[in-house]
């Protein structure tokens, strides 16, 4: 299904549904290296759990290297945005690292109508677009664009090429979308992180964000079944040895996966511990 909302005409943006879209379905432009693609996994999950502060910028960095990307971006809708402000980039790397922190309009915007079609969109932005916001830049030849979500908290994390009409195929399609999950469990971390921090009157509260600063609530499925077809690949003991040695990592990862999740209640059992202990004065 080709479709282009026909309230971005004249604004520089085709956003094209890649829901059974046969044109980019047929393309192969890659040959994919397994053992590099594991390797990059592995950097992005040690950042995870080492550099919880920096997480995104490091998932957008590792979403350029595994699509051979020219720009990556994480976006989210900003909980008090208005119409001028309603988009802001929360990571940035690549040609376009310098939009780092930008605010973008409600309007026009690729990533609204990926929000509101909930699925993955090939994207172009021409010279106009630009020309709207007042910027200067160079033009999206080639892009990808994914939704995410963590509760009322929306996002789109994207890859982009400024000079190949195509650049990307199902294969980074099928990366980015893990690569989206990673961006909505980041968010989630730091959310998480940030609700602890500012109980700072609950001793127990700031127990756990101490112990979970360097924790990541990171089991994806997509890695797993990655890691078992490599290492049960025929004729690729390379890659077999390097997926035995990141099962021990993401079994780490998956171990912390349940404490995580349930966080909302930890942190309700700690609160109501402190206020019985009168830590919590009201």
């Not at 996002?155 to 090429?161: D, P, R, S």
Request: proline share 3%.
């Amino acid at each position: 299904m080709l479709i282009e909302s026909l309230e971005l005409c004249d604004t520089g943006l085709e956003v094209i549904d890649l829901l059974g879209n046969g044109e980019f379905l047929a393309r192969k432009l890659h040959t994919r290296d397994a053992a590099t693609q594991l390797a990059g996994v592995r950097r992005l999950a040690r950042a995870f759990v080492e550099s919880p502060d920096t997480m995104l910028q490091e998932l957008v960095q590792a979403a350029i290297e595994l699509c051979n990307a020219d720009s990556a971006a994480i976006s989210l809708v900003k909980e008090d945005g208005t119409d001028e402000e309603y988009y802001h980039w929360v990571a940035s790397a690549g040609v376009y690292r310098g939009f780092l922190d930008a605010m973008l309009p409600r309007y026009p915007s690729a990533c609204g109508l990926c929000l509101e079609r909930g699925r993955p969109q090939l994207i172009r932005v021409n010279a106009r677009f630009f020309e709207i916001l007042g910027v200067e830049a160079p033009p999206v030849t080639d892009g990808l664009l994914l939704p995410w979500q963590v509760d009322a908290t929306r996002g789109t994390i994207f890859v982009m090429a400024h000079g190949r009409n195509e650049a990307f195929d199902m294969e980074d399609l099928r990366m980015m979308e893990m690569l989206a999950d990673f961006a909505a469990m980041g968010v989630r971390q730091i959310k998480q992180r940030r609700r602890l921090m500012l109980q700072a009157n609950a001793a127990a509260s700031a127990a756990m964000a101490h112990q979970l600063a360097h924790e990541i609530n990171n089991p994806l499925q997509s890695i797993t079944n990655l890691l078992f077809l490599a290492a049960n690949r025929e004729q690729a003991d390379g890659e077999r040895v390097l997926a035995f040695e990141l099962s021990e990592e993401i079994g780490r990862l998956n171990a912390v996966a349940t404490r995580l999740l349930e966080l909302p209640k930890l942190q309700l059992d700690a609160l109501r511990t402190a206020d019985r202990d009168g830590v919590v004065g009201g």
